[in-house]
């Protein structure tokens, strides 16, 4: 019967297994060890996914396969997990909350790359001798572009308040931006380091005040979503060794 069966595949094991906090996913069960199960069983879908699998302890495992526990049930634990993990939406998950997460994500990126392009056109400013760095200003412009249609993307899904939020946002960084075009000395010459520190400060607060909106419409509390998106966003990263000694590598 298992013969043809395939393995489930270690990445995906791995995501269900931290999806679960590697423990029994039945919230009041919560033992080990586990076993990896198919909500809707396998002779039917014949197929290893994250939406229909779910982690569950040998003891928990027969209850299901006995229909002690019923299927609705375990797909109400699953969707619970996925509550818990915000931070995890799979790729083939299409509701309006995985949606919004993936929306709020797009913006929050292109605002970064955004940012790094105003610093980089600022330095360039400073450095070049040969007149206004043309090139570094139409990344940046680029960089705006793209910035705010991930927010007019974000819009589009309809929360009046996330909305407010990314455009204030939007509009900070537009104001840094627009001054550094402007050659404006103050962006250039600050009077001291508090009043850096001070715009620094209100430009990230920006980002908080979007996350709070945006959690709001997603009913979490704004710590059970990570501020901002963790870099390696569970995929594996190849090792790049650096220095002909290879003594110097990361990733994996
Ligand atoms: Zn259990």
Redesign the pocket.
């Known amino acids: 019967m298992a013969a043809n069966r395939p393995k489930v595949p270690r990445p995906l094991a791995r995501q269900l297994l931290v999806e679960a906090g590697h423990r ?1 996913a ?1 919230p009041t ?3 080990t060890p586990l076993e990896i199960a198919h909500i809707v069983p396998w002779h039917r879908v014949r197929r290893h996914d994250l939406p229909n699998m779910i982690v ?2 040998p ?2 495992h027969t209850r299901f396969d006995r229909g002690d526990i019923d299927r609705q049930a375990m797909f109400r634990y699953k969707e619970l997990l996925r509550l818990s993990d915000a931070n995890h939406v799979a790729p083939e998950d299409s509701s309006p909350r995985a949606g919004l997460i993936r929306a709020y994500r797009l913006f929050q990126n292109e605002m970064i790359r955004w940012h790094k392009s105003i610093t980089q056109l600022a330095l360039a400013v400073v450095l070049s001798s040969a007149g206004f760095p043309t090139g570094t200003a139409e990344r940046c412009l680029r960089a705006a572009s793209v910035a705010r249609a991930a927010a007019d993307k974000l819009a589009e899904l309809g929360d009046e308040d996330v909305t407010e939020a990314a455009n204030h946002l939007f509009d900070r960084y537009r104001a840094w931006a627009d001054d550094v075009f402007d050659l404006k000395p103050s962006v250039f010459h600050r009077s001291s380091r508090d009043e850096y520190e001070d715009e620094r400060r209100e430009r990230f607060m920006e980002f908080v005040a979007l996350h709070e909106e945006v959690c709001a419409a997603l009913d979490l509390d704004p710590a059970e979503l990570d501020l901002f998106e963790a870099r390696r966003n569970g995929r594996e990263l190849p090792a790049v060794p650096l220095g002909t000694r290879g003594l110097w590598k990361t990733g994996g």
């Open positions: 029994c039945i069960c919560r033992a569950l302890c003891n928990c």
